[in-house]
């Protein structure tokens, strides 16, 4: 049961442009939320987080909006460079702070100059 | 200072062997957590080990053990293995606090079971 859904497994933006990328989660309990990107033969790095107190962080290009009524969150990254090209995993955790923390399946972001 | 380490990088076994993977954290983190990376299924939890305790654990079976050990290191170990547990292991370290989410992973060790 994947409790944290992307549903995309892939996007494709032109160089520039907004990249938008989904993710949804079934589990009520899940109170925070991250985004990691991941490059081929590398470890995932975490990229930006949100509480569920919150609707919206900002970091520089990237955003991420939180939407607890439909369970649903996105990362926006603006404008898209080449260099973003990775897969992009959503994650969430269930409170207490400790480590078990599920991931989705993530999306791979191809961005084209 | 350092990232999170795994040894060996790389790795070939042969179904029925056991296997033995290593993970160094970022100096100062108390929580180690491994993962495997399939295609299609994207990282499972695996386990989290907190001050040489398991703290938590995913919905893999037994054979998938591992230990912290007083330096915060971390092993996990697969007994038995099959084909099906080829895969990307990867382990991510964070200081463990109540409300320290961030983790920092490691490059991952690949393994093939033949």
């Known amino acids: 049961d994947q409790q944290v859904k992307q549903n995309s497994p892939s996007l494709s933006v032109q160089e520039g442009r907004i990249s938008i990328l989904n993710c949804d989660y079934t589990n009520s309990m899940f109170d925070y939320f991250l985004w990691y990107k991941k490059y081929p033969a590398e470890g995932p790095t975490f990229l930006i987080s949100i509480s569920s107190i919150k609707d919206k962080n900002e970091d520089g290009r990237f955003t991420v909006f939180l939407n607890k009524s439909a369970k649903h969150l996105s990362l926006h990254i603006v404008p898209s460079q080449p260099g973003d090209s990775a897969v992009y995993f959503c994650a969430a955790s269930a409170g207490g702070g400790y480590q078990k923390v599920t991931f989705g399946i993530g999306t791979k972001l191809q961005v084209i100059p | 200072k350092a990232g999170v380490t795994q040894t060996p990088r790389y790795l070939i076994k042969t179904r029925g062997q056991q296997v033995t993977l290593s993970c160094s954290p970022i100096s100062g983190h108390r929580s180690v957590s491994w993962y495997q990376q399939t295609p299609g299924q994207g990282l499972q939890f695996l386990f989290e080990?907190?001050?040489?305790?398991?703290?938590n654990k995913g919905n893999f079976p037994g054979r998938f053990s591992g230990r912290q050990f007083s330096n915060s290191r971390s092993e996990m170990n697969v007994s038995t293995l099959e084909l099906g547990d080829s895969a990307l292991y990867l382990c991510a370290s964070s200081l463990g606090g109540a409300g320290d989410y961030e983790q920092y992973f490691g490059p991952g060790t690949r393994l093939t079971v033949t």
């Open positions: 080990y907190f001050s040489e305790t398991q703290r």
